[in-house]
């Protein structure tokens, strides 16, 4: 997954990978190789589902929004608590 950093200020390329700042939004992209798809049946995506909120519940993130841009795309918002 690509994380693109604070989508509210212009990115500093000096920061080093995971140093997030509290109360910013981040754009967070995935696209599958070669346009494969990434789900291949629904049990497929309900464990994604289960997966990302785990991931929510562990971590001081809130989900803003996600959205499947195609059937091998998919993008959200997160906040950083």
């Not at 604070?6 to 109360?23: F, M, N, T």
């Not at 939004?25 to 798809?37: E, G």
């Given at each position: 997954?690509?994380?693109?950093?604070?989508?509210?200020?212009?990115?500093?390329?000096?920061?080093?990978?995971?140093?997030?700042?509290?109360?910013?939004?981040?754009?967070?992209?995935?696209?599958?190789?070669?346009?494969?798809?990434?789900?291949?049946?629904?049990?497929?995506?309900?464990?994604?589902?289960?997966?990302l909120?785990?991931?929510?519940?562990?971590?001081?993130?809130?989900?803003?929004?996600?959205?499947?841009?195609?059937?091998?795309?998919?993008?959200?918002?997160?906040?950083?608590?």
């Open positions: 997954m690509t994380v693109f950093r604070d989508v509210k200020r212009r990115p500093r390329y000096h920061e080093p990978p995971g140093c997030d700042v509290a109360e910013h939004l981040y754009h967070a992209i995935n696209r599958a190789n070669q346009r494969d798809r990434i789900f291949h049946k629904d049990d497929d995506f309900e464990a994604f589902e289960r997966v909120d785990e991931g929510l519940q562990k971590f001081p993130v809130d989900l803003l929004i996600c959205c499947w841009l195609t059937p091998f795309t998919f993008s959200g918002f997160l906040e950083i608590r």
